[in-house]
């Protein structure tokens, strides 16, 4: 047994250095994909020596599970679009908090069942059973908001935040009772109903502007439910894997708020963005003039240029655009043109959407820019062009001060000396607002869906 558990504490050190080593590569898009690799491979080491540690004597159930839970993973991985990557993120933040519920919830039942309820295990079990519960029910909503089965507006009643602030109140006094007087199960168990209506409460209010951070903060979330599992069952892996993942995510979250201007608290109370993009329903221009272009004269301002910031947006994501763009981008290098692309921190619908799809589409590392590196070039470049975009781009940030997105950093695209806005309509963005760079004199809009628009741009500089 002592050369058994100098094998597993080993085993378990390697694996924490894994996830760190993982999570450490996860920071750049060009280590990314190795990052996630490392971090398997840590999983698995962990999950091993745990069952080791564990000393179970039947493996069928493990083994089932470990078969479903697999094949569930691998088709997941095969056959979700990269689209679909931010409601995949989501459900999968879900899946997290709801196991580490579980994991309290069958513990506080097997030890009530046979002795009474230690201090220490009743303090992590009441707070593995709130956390993971609202992570659980949170990230539930947050995937049906991004999928949009529920609307992805901010939805408010009458008294909301108290309303919010009794139910959370209510499962902490709840769980005092039970870690300091009475381990009652029906007690329990209502904190359990309390944390899933607390977590709906707590993603209702958002809106689509800022599902970048509510899911970088569901993130965290799942990791501090999957730390308090691991105190629950003393596992020292789960402990260590759940810290990294609810630090990261929230300094995550810290990020994204910083690219927004935005503090944590005003995100998730201030019922901010429209969150939805009807069609049909434009913004009101009055006696703003906006300029269209064609295909023909794009691919000619375009082709005939010596520099080009491509500003990626959720409508490439939407119409799947990112393997023609990454074609729009080699034709153009191939006739001398240098291409760049400008990453905002919160384009998309997750942290890194971009990103993502431009690594799945075989785009250059090299190529990808983050904001704070791009901007002073859109000075000096000839076209930018934006490809679905928009409260990223908007001027109105920097000076109209009654504009909800007053402040928040945006990428300078109206300082190039021309700019080409590739949308559906002038519909607004998440953020519900008007966009003042469509009406600038040296913007035109190319309008039609992103991926039919850039290959009519590939097809006509192939002309030239």
């Given at each position: 047994m002592d050369a058994l558990s100098s094998f597993i504490g080993l085993s378990y050190i390697v694996a924490a250095s894994l996830f760190i080593i993982g999570l450490k590569s996860m920071s750049s898009p060009a280590t990314a994909r190795r990052g996630n690799l490392i971090g398997a491979i840590g999983m698995f080491i962990a999950i091993v020596v745990t069952l080791l540690d564990r000393q179970i004597v039947s493996f069928s159930w493990i083994i089932i599970g470990i078969i479903i839970g697999s094949i569930i993973g691998a088709l997941s991985a095969r056959l979700v679009k990269m689209t679909a990557m931010p409601e995949m993120v989501g459900i999968f933040n879900g899946f997290g908090g709801g196991a580490s519920a579980l994991v309290a919830i069958a513990e506080f039942v097997s030890l009530t069942s046979k002795a009474a309820l230690p201090m220490d295990t009743a303090i992590t079990t009441i707070i593995g059973v709130i956390i993971g519960g609202i992570t659980f029910s949170g990230s539930m909503l947050a995937f049906m908001k991004l999928k949009g089965m529920v609307s992805g507006s901010p939805i408010t009643f009458p008294l909301q935040k108290v309303v919010s602030a009794l139910v959370f109140l209510g499962a902490v006094v709840l769980g005092v009772i039970i870690t300091g007087w009475k381990p009652d199960p029906l007690l329990f168990y209502?904190?359990?109903?309390l944390s899933l209506i607390y977590g709906v409460l707590f993603v209702i209010p958002i809106g689509g502007a800022d599902m970048p951070v509510v899911i970088s903060l569901l993130n965290s979330f799942s990791g501090l439910a999957a730390c308090a599992a691991g105190f629950v069952v003393k596992n020292n892996v789960l402990i260590i894997a759940g810290s990294l993942v609810g630090s990261a995510g929230l300094i995550l979250t810290q990020i994204m708020c910083k690219a927004m201007n935005r503090s944590l608290t005003n995100v998730l109370f201030s019922a901010f963005g429209t969150g939805d993009m009807a069609a049909g329903s434009t913004s009101t221009t009055g006696d703003k003039t906006v300029k269209s272009v064609d295909a023909e004269e794009a691919a000619m301002i375009m082709g005939y240029a010596q520099s080009v910031i491509i500003?990626?947006?959720?409508g490439m994501a939407a119409?799947?655009?990112q393997h023609a763009v990454r074609e729009l981008s080699e034709l153009l290098q191939s006739r001398g043109v240098e291409v760049k692309f400008a990453i905002h921190p919160v384009a998309g619908r997750m942290p890194g959407h971009m990103n993502v799809l431009l690594a799945e589409a075989n785009v250059p590392y090299t190529l990808l820019h983050d904001m704070d590196d791009i901007n002073p070039e859109f000075p000096h470049t000839d076209v930018a062009l934006v490809i679905g975009a928009n409260d990223v781009v908007n001027p109105v940030a920097r000076h109209d001060q009654g504009s909800p997105i007053y402040?928040?950093?945006?990428?300078?695209?109206?300082?190039?000396?021309?700019?080409?806005?590739?949308?559906?309509?002038?519909?607004?963005?998440?953020?519900g607002i008007d966009n003042e760079l469509f009406y600038d004199p040296k913007t035109m809009m190319f309008f039609g869906s992103a991926k039919d628009k850039v290959q009519e741009l590939v097809a006509e500089i192939k002309k030239l």
């Open positions: 209502i904190i359990v109903g500003v990626p947006g959720y119409a799947q655009a402040g928040m950093p945006i990428l300078d695209v109206d300082k190039a000396h021309h700019v080409i806005i590739i949308k559906r309509s002038l519909n607004p963005g998440f953020a």
